[in-house]
């Protein structure tokens, strides 16, 4: 079992920056997949990014180039690196472990809101 705890969000103008940080309460070494998810108002949960053991890592086509993911294993910690925000990147992000391909867990999401 693994807790996971964002933060980083908050209100920002479209252009700016934010990171976001998600920390896991074991060791994220051995984990399979850590990624961030987003969800806006009426819409479904969908991947922003993940990074894989080995350092493979996976991007939605609406953040290539703007967005970034890493790892920190020293720290339990993953980040969400997020430049040129677009008002579309207003949402719920979500940090997410997925372990030995069966178990997943959530954290409690933190709120991005990018508006003028």
């Known amino acids: 079992q693994v807790q996971l705890v964002e933060s980083g969000g908050g209100l920002v103008q479209p252009g700016e920056s934010l990171r976001l940080s998600c920390t896991a309460s074991?060791?994220?070494?051995?984990?399979?997949?850590m990624g961030w998810y987003r969800q806006a108002p009426g819409k479904e949960r969908e991947l922003v990014a993940d990074s894989r053991v080995g350092g493979s890592t996976n991007y939605a086509d609406s953040v290539k180039g703007r967005f970034t993911i890493s790892r920190d294993n020293k720290a339990n910690t993953v980040y969400l690196q997020m430049n040129s925000l677009k008002p579309e990147d207003t949402a719920v992000y979500y940090c997410n472990a997925f372990i030995n391909n069966i178990l997943n867990y959530w954290g409690q999401g933190t709120q991005v809101s990018v508006f003028s």
């Open positions: 074991r060791s994220i070494f051995s984990i399979n997949v």
